[in-house]
């Protein structure tokens, strides 16, 4: 390549979820005012963003995917940093570059080719995807929601086989391998998905849709208090959900799931929603240091461990604080670490100070079972640390995590506008895509 093909920032972020996102339209507001780090770029394989912990709704299509997600392009307008499309291929240390994959079209034909990118300080966003650990059949016949493209996919093909089993009479068995959050929720929104179908003179969906949650651990949602995995796996069964506990998948085959006890479960469509890696091309990247989820091993500044330039954050980075397990990939661990971030590399890129010690804040954890319920665990920081919540509240919380993202993209005015077109749009749209 050629020098026509290189392109420079002082800082480039790669990956546009909720840590990149958010690092990349403060630095960039603050530098567009002069208080920043120079220019910003932006790198992402894809053309917009979608708050991660929505994507079973838009899976389900109990979301619109246009109403709630954000084009990277304008985004970037916005927030005055530089929008760059492609993937992560490759890096070079020593000249301080990364290569970015050439873009293709739906047909393969190449709209933008390999391009290298040069950096004073990068920082490695690129997210998680689900983990299935080898199992044969997973990638063949499994489907994910790991990204925005994924959801919607999932959507398509489950609205035409929703009107397949209207047209010839078929049933429609579907089959969420992990009960973790994702498959937890996953499961309780396809539920709702069925009830509103039905109520549009579907009825028979009602008994031709069934679901199977298969999660080889001994409980529901094992990150959360024993009490809530419990209490969400009662509701789950009282909404009509077969709930498979200490049962591991083997082998995922075209009509079903094969467990390791020789059990047996049939399923057209199957989710796997268990696990969490890091994307594979972090394997070797000019040999930095990943265990064996390819997550980036990063210490307390968030640096990565052999280059003081490059920086790991949200869920393809791994940090132990105080010899604890490595936080978790969730959200909540992705925001903090971006505003960490945030406010300390204008002057690390300044040489005026190293980036302080990274310090987490647990404010707990919550899952949404679509309308039928809610739990909560509130962690271990604030008054109330410690304390299960349950129903509205916990509704509400989850919704204002939501919220709180859309404020720091877009502003507390532009975000409150949104949350009211979400509210009007919620009162005269149909509540699923049903196109």
Not at 75 to 99: C, H, K, N, S, W
Not at 145 to 167: G, P, V
Not at 252 to 257: A, L, N, Q, T, Y
Not at 354 to 369: K, Q
Request: proline content about 4%; aromatic content about 4%.
């Amino acid at each position: 390549m050629g020098n026509d093909n290189v392109l420079e920032g002082d800082v480039v972020i790669v990956g546009g979820g909720v840590a990149g996102l958010e690092l990349a339209t403060t630095l960039g507001r603050r530098s567009r005012r002069g208080r920043g780090v120079g220019k910003v770029l932006l790198v992402d394989a894809d053309s917009a963003h979608v708050w991660k912990p929505m994507l079973h709704t838009i899976a389900a299509g109990t979301r619109d995917l246009a109403q709630h997600q954000t084009p990277y392009l304008a985004q970037a307008r916005d927030a005055g940093f530089t929008y760059v499309p492609g993937g992560l291929a490759g890096l070079d240390r020593e000249r301080q570059e990364i290569t970015v994959a050439p873009l293709e079209g739906p047909s393969g034909q190449v709209l933008l080719p390999a391009r290298r990118v040069r950096y004073r300080a990068l920082v490695l966003a690129i997210g998680s995807q689900a983990n299935d650990f080898g199992v044969p059949g997973a990638q063949a016949h499994g489907m994910r929601i790991d990204s925005r493209r994924d959801a919607d996919t999932f959507a398509r093909t489950l609205r035409e086989r929703m009107l397949q089993c209207l047209a010839d009479g078929s049933d429609l068995p579907i089959a969420i391998i992990g009960g973790g959050a994702t498959g937890v929720e996953l499961a309780a929104e396809l539920v709702k998905l069925r009830d509103i179908a039905a109520s549009y003179g579907s009825e028979a969906l009602r008994s031709r849709i069934s679901l199977t949650l298969v999660e080889s651990g001994t409980r529901l949602l094992a990150a959360f208090p024993e009490d809530v995995g419990h209490a969400t796996r009662g509701k789950l069964e009282s909404l009509g959900i077969q709930v498979m506990t200490g049962q591991r998948a083997v082998a995922i085959e075209r009509d079903g799931i094969a467990l390791k006890d020789g059990g047996w479960v049939r399923a057209t469509l199957k989710v796997w929603a268990a696990g969490v890696k890091a994307p594979a091309v972090l394997n070797g990247l000019d040999d930095l240091e990943t265990n064996a989820a390819s997550q980036l091993i990063v210490g307390r500044s968030l640096q990565t461990t052999r280059d003081a330039r490059i920086f790991a954050v949200g869920d393809c980075s791994s940090l132990s604080l105080n010899g604890h397990k490595p936080l978790p990939p969730t959200a909540q661990v992705a925001h903090q670490q971006a505003a960490h971030l945030a406010k300390h590399l204008p002057a690390f890129l300044a040489r005026a100070h190293a980036i302080p010690p990274f310090a987490y804040h647990d404010f707990g954890a919550l899952v949404s079972l679509a309308e039928y319920d809610a739990f909560g665990s509130l962690g271990r920081t604030g008054l109330l640390k410690g304390l299960t919540l349950r129903g509205r509240l916990a509704r509400y919380s989850h919704e204002m995590l939501y919220r709180g993202h859309q404020a720091r993209l877009h502003g507390p005015v532009k975000g409150t506008l949104l949350w009211c077109i979400d509210a009007l749009n919620a009162k005269v749209r149909a509540p699923a895509r049903m196109d």
